[in-house]
């Protein structure tokens, strides 16, 4: 049974940081590229990050380049979200995929596998 566990998330003042985490179990990690998409309320869900299976290749949506950074730990079976310099927009529920043998794709629908999600809230 395949399982993404998000954890991490809380409350935040702007300009603060938070790091998420997801922890993979039932899958070959490895062979996933990961991403991180969010949700805001009454909003799409929305693409954040993603890396590759191979290479480490990462691919970002430009309101968060030079603020985020991805980065997966393969021993480890787990992806990291580096946020910093978090502004009140980036506030939604966060969420990790897996995409088998992917390359980091923006869209969702490449995804194959989806945690639950975990809150991000950046107060003013």
């Known amino acids: 049974q395949v399982q993404l566990v998000e954890s991490g998330g809380g409350l935040v003042q702007a300009g603060g940081s938070l790091r998420l985490s997801c922890a993979a179990s039932?899958?070959?990690?490895?062979?996933?590229?990961m991403g991180w998409f969010r949700q805001a309320p009454g909003k799409e869900r929305e693409f954040v990050a993603a890396?590759?299976?191979?290479?480490?290749?990462?691919n970002y949506l430009d309101s968060v380049k030079g603020r985020f950074t991805i980065s997966r730990d393969n021993a480890e079976e787990t992806v990291y979200l580096q946020m910093n310099s978090l502004k009140p927009e980036d506030t939604a529920v966060y969420y990790c995929a897996a995409d088998v043998y992917g390359l980091g794709s923006s869209s969702g629908d490449s995804y194959d596998y989806w945690g639950q999600g975990t809150q991000v809230t950046v107060s003013v």
């Open positions: 039932g899958l070959s990690f490895s062979s996933c590229a």
């Open positions: 890396v590759s299976w191979s290479w480490g290749r990462t």
